[in-house]
């Protein structure tokens, strides 16, 4: 999860440890009957404007411009960490046969804190597709110029660095700003952290000022700085990106941390193997079309592919990399 990085290609298996449905995409009449896929429906554990939300919508874009896919509708579901979604798809699985569920290293998180009862093992993993650098946040109009002058004055008094994320306690979020802090010389466990109920609320919180930092998904703060809104601080690659190369890392800021979240998708359970193969497929030929460059390069993503088995074997790996970092931060 956390430690050296290195340039990432969609092959490359990661070894770092109340529901409001949305309009469709639709690829063309005359083209639909050349589709891969007929539909897909994204179900999105979280609200607008988080790195769900952004993954599944972008993931929808990118297969339906491109002609892979016929259809595309989107549901957000928000609650419980996720969990509400998570009791959805496995509650209404008969149902759910075109419905692909969008996570990323919180479901580990959330279950190892038990924050719901379930577990990746009670859904059918279908793969992961890209990977997402955190970052660090401020308002545009912030007294921080970099993560080293947040640093200080965390160290002087942590109470008075409080930082949002669009998750809960414990979860990715804090966990990236507490092994932060930590590599900075700081003590994790006095990491003020403001949880808020997806990236969009958080964003709300740190803009109104009651917080001074937010931490959340690249992609995300790459959207929100667009908006002259917001500075990104640091983010957290080996490197700099191409994308945003004018991005410092917290490395370069001599704070030795490193992170890289993963996000793919998940069925229902029962899906067969036929179809988890068909969705795999489909999803390995976006990454060759000009209308995922179009969606990855706007979001600062790491192309990562992680077909069904190899997906399934890394989130058993990373869930016992995971469970001793929560241990040894105190979260467990």
Known sequence: ????????????????????????????????????????????????????????????????????????????????????????????????????????????????????????????????????????????????????????????????????GGSARGSMDHLVAAQAFKAAGGDPKAVKYIPYDAGGKAMAGLLSGETALLSTGLSEALELERSGQVRILAMTGANRIDDAPEIPTLTEQGIDATFVNWRGFFAAPGTSKEKVAAYNATLEKMYDTPEWETVRSRNGWVEVFQPADIFYTFLEEQEGIIGNLMKELGFL
């Open 1 to 164: 999860m956390f430690g050296k990085t290195t340039k990432l290609s969609r092959r490359l298996v990661l070894s770092m440890a109340a529901a409001t449905v949305s309009l469709g995409l639709a690829m063309p009449l005359s083209s639909a009957s050349a589709a891969d896929l007929e539909k897909i429906h994204f179900l999105i554990p979280g609200g607008a404007g988080g790195g769900w939300d952004g993954t599944a919508r972008g993931t929808g874009e990118a297969l339906t411009k491109s002609g892979l896919l016929g259809s595309a509708s989107f549901e957000n579901m928000s609650g419980g960490g996720g969990g509400k979604a998570i009791a959805h798809l496995i509650e209404t699985a008969e149902r759910q046969g075109d419905t692909l569920m969008v996570n990323s290293t919180p479901i580990v998180i959330r279950s190892l804190t038990k924050v719901f009862p379930q577990s990746f093992r009670d859904l059918v993993p279908v793969a992961g597709i890209i990977g997402d650098y955190a970052a660090f946040v401020v308002p545009a109009d912030s007294k921080y110029k970099s993560f080293s002058e947040v640093v200080a004055d965390f160290k002087a008094d942590p109470k008075s660095v409080k930082i949002a």
